[in-house]
């Protein structure tokens, strides 16, 4: 029963929190402060007594959380005060955010109303509608049941922030709970006017972003759980994957058909399968007896490796991981004290605890001989943890705690120095949407300490607010069927609008056999998603880009062959994440939040702010209807203009699917390269689609794809404006690169306006030019 906080009295504040008690029984805290001028937070305590611990009250000691746990990257001490205001001042600001708390015995619950017209967006990765308004759920990472699909409860990466949306007068605002434990979510399904958040413990923290638009939430979120840091450009390419390339020979037949067939491709990745019966960190040294060369060939032809690491440990008194973990108590374990085993590939498996940073420190080291081999990056698998071997999980079901770890296995964080950066030991059940982070962090950190001078890259499938400092993610084991295109769509706008903006789905689906053209369908929506990544199950037929023969090999070629034209902008994008937060898939509410239509879009995605994808997921569709947001829309293929605004349906044969160009707008594109790195972008083509009289800016933004310079500010900025006036169209191109020079030759600049197109090449490296066309 829980029972709803009301007759507050301030008490006064303590540092920079403003502190109000309930006069009432159960006595409880309510503790709220301004960080920065948008963010702010309030936490619940069930304790009559603040005092400057740093950590939630939760189990009666034994299983405390840190007060920021391990979401939060921004501590208060790092945020500006605000400045004097005046007590008063702060009062009122935060008296709004302190109606709606309510307590029971073992419970902590926040309640914030849900506005007539509001919707509500992110809460990172769920299948379903886009909207979960009406929906309750818990946030709790599981590795789902076989084929997930709308009515799965729950997946592998939960976050516990939602935006809300107000359509009518396009007003966002963003709710965080720093929770890393299970939160029973409900928007709006028992209450139609409330939306509610429900935590087990002793306290409950959130932080609330005032907004007012969508991008300020998100930049205000990221601020606080911080942004991706610029992955390697190579990593923005197209990646083929596969479970069961099970050799050497496999790996070098699959990237040679991939050059001789100018499939542009940026990476191969290796399964479970080269390792020495599941063992990590280890190869099968049969079936890859050379890996070094093996690595040194992918190399010359321009790819990357990327090799699978899961956290499930082979119990094997001979492998030198368990060994040192062992010896080390580098494993999770019971609060009694026992192990806690479960079975994964290997059979019977111990799980590292990387709540420990001595534990994240030898994990990550474990990674050199990989990336002494040559090895270029990491996928981190199974960490929800998932504990099975089983290639058919339950049907669907509300009980979510089933094939992960115990509530009870007491993760050691700081052990005895419960004040140091680990915090106190944790117990699983308030850890548990952590782990898989936490693994994707022992990474993301081992790698940038082994090779300090490359940018780390990492996907995981496990978690939750936050990751996206470590890791790009993906949604795990999708379908080969067309509903599995559609279910894409919203379920990665939700995770960009959940703060992680490198995210995409496995091209051609996972489980199943899938077909020529359902795999080019796959390809075009992959083809301008963040992560582009070819995957499929063991077992299935073949789906490598050749594998359905022709219409279809070319169909995927020159879905993908598009992706790598865009690059410049899809860079440009990738560099806005990492220093804003934005998303680079978008959903249409983004850039159109006034607009009703805009916000029921599901099936149709923004790549940042000048590109509009629609793909086709119906089999044997050649056309499909899209709704243009209001102004005028260009046809990628074709140059027509088309109105926004309304529905129209438009004709997409196969080796085509609706793409449009947001008029007014300067697109930087490059020639087709097999990776992206094989040849200076040369000539920068700037394309301008202008409506008759117009202004259109833009800046790109460039690096040198690979270090870490760009963080002391070695980049280049173009800015690029293009002005119609009746007769007169001018561009004029200003280059800033102080601290980093791209290597080119020649612009070549188009505008494409009032149904002409005029055309000009120009020469780079002069500063500032004004083109007159
Ligand atoms: C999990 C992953 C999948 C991988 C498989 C074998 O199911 O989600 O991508 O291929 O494990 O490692």
Redesign the pocket.
């Known amino acids: 029963m829980f029972t709803e906080l009301s007759k507050l009295s301030f008490q006064g504040t303590f540092g920079r929190e403003y502190v109000w008690q309930t006069a009432k029984k159960p006595n409880c805290l309510l503790a709220g402060t301004i960080l920065g001028s948008q963010v702010l937070r309030v936490r619940l305590l069930r304790s009559s007594r603040l005092d400057n611990t740093r950590y939630q009250l939760a189990d009666g000691g034994a299983g405390t959380l840190p007060y920021h746990s391990w979401i939060v990257a921004k501590g208060d001490e790092q945020w500006h005060e605000t400045g004097q205001l005046e007590e008063a001042i702060v009062r009122s600001i935060l008296e709004p955010y302190l109606q709606g708390w309510a307590i029971a015995p073992d419970a902590l619950r926040l309640t914030r109303p849900l506005a007539s017209e509001e919707r509500v967006f992110g809460l990172g990765e769920r299948t379903g509608t886009m909207n979960k308004r009406g929906q309750a759920f818990p946030i709790w990472n599981i590795d789902p049941h076989k084929g997930h699909g709308p009515r799965t409860v729950t997946m592998y990466t939960s976050i516990p922030f939602y935006l809300g949306l107000t359509l009518n007068d396009g007003r966002a605002h963003g709710v965080l709970l720093d929770h890393t434990g299970r939160v029973d979510v409900d928007m709006g399904n028992s209450n139609g006017s409330a939306a509610s958040m429900t935590v087990q413990g002793d306290s409950l923290i959130a932080y609330f972003f005032t907004g007012p638009t969508p991008a300020d939430v998100l930049k205000q979120y990221t601020e606080l759980t911080g942004r991706m840091p610029m992955p390697p450009r190579w990593s923005m390419g197209h990646h083929q994957c596969r ?1 069961s390339y099970l050799s050497q020979k496999q790996i070098h037949q699959i990237a040679t058909r991939m050059r001789e067939r100018n499939h542009p491709c940026d990476a191969i990745w290796l ?2 399968d080269y390792t020495d019966e599941y063992r990590n960190f280890t190869w099968n040294t049969s079936t890859f007896p050379d890996p070094e060369q093996m690595i040194s060939e992918l190399h010359a032809q321009g790819m990357h490796l990327v090799t ?1 690491i899961d956290p499930g440990t082979k119990i094997d008194k001979h492998y030198a991981v368990y060994q040192q973990g062992i010896e080390h108590d580098y494993f999770c374990r019971f609060q009694n004290g026992e192990l806690f085993t479960g079975t994964v ?1 290997p059979g019977a498996c111990v799980f590292p605890d990387y709540s420990q940073s001595r534990v994240r420190d030898w994990w990550g080291n474990l990674y050199q001989p990989l990336l002494q081999q040559g090895v270029d990056a990491m996928w981190n ?2 960490n929800e943890p998932a504990v099975t071997n089983l290639l058919v999980h339950d049907e669907p079901t509300a009980e979510t705690k089933t094939n992960t770890m115990s509530d009870d296995v007491l993760h050691q964080a700081g052990r005895e120095q419960p004040t140091g950066i680990d915090g106190p030991p944790t117990l699983h059940k308030f850890y548990h949407n952590a782990y898989g982070m936490e693994m994707a962090r022992a990474t993301y950190e081992g790698l940038l300490h082994l090779r300090p001078d490359s940018r780390p890259f990492v996907l995981t ?1 496990s978690g939750t607010a936050g990751v996206q400092r470590y890791a790009a993610l993906w949604t ?2 999708n379908t080969s069927q067309w509903a599995d295109i559609l279910m894409a769509m919203p379920m990665c706008m939700n995770i960009g609008m959940s703060g992680v903006a490198f995210v995409g789905v ?1 091209i051609g689906g ?1 489980w199943g056999a899938s077909n020529g053209e359902l795999l080019v369908r796959f390809a075009q929506l992959g083809a301008l998603m963040p992560f582009c990544r070819n ?1 499929n ?1 063991m077992g299935n037929p073949d789906q490598e880009p050749w594998s359905f023969g022709e219409p279809f090999e070319s169909a995927y070629r020159s879905a993908i062959e598009t992706r790598y034209r865009l690059m410049p902008y899809l860079y440009t994008l990738f560099h806005e994440a990492a220093s804003s937060g934005a998303p680079i898939m978008r959903p249409l509410y983004y850039h159109y939040p006034q607009d009703e239509q805009a916000g029921g879009v599901e099936d149709a995605f923004l790549v940042g702010e000048s590109l509009l994808s629609a793909p086709i997921y119906e089999q044997g569709a050649t056309s499909r209807s899209v709704y243009l947001p209001a102004g005028i829309w260009f046809d990628y293929w074709t140059g027509d203009e088309y109105p926004g605004g309304g529905w129209n349906t438009f004709t997409a044969p196969l080796e085509r699917w609706p793409l449009f160009i947001r008029a007014n707008s300067i697109l930087p594109s490059g020639p087709v390269m097999q990776f992206v790195d094989q040849y200076p972008t040369e000539p920068l083509t700037l394309t301008c689609h202008m409506a008759t009289d117009g202004l259109a800016t833009y800046t790109l933004y460039e690096d040198d794809g690979n270090s870490l310079a760009y963080q002391q500010g070695a980049s280049a900025r173009t800015d690029i404006s293009c002005r119609v006036l009746k007769d007169f169209v001018t561009v004029e191109i200003e280059e800033h690169f102080d601290n980093y020079r791209p290597s080119r030759e020649e612009y070549e600049v188009i505008v494409h306006t009032g149904g002409r197109t005029l055309q000009k090449k120009v020469q780079a490296g002069q500063g500032k030019m004004v083109i007159r066309l």
């Open positions: 479970w399964d479970i699978i590939w698998d199974m499938r795990g084991d496995d996972f995957h199950a």
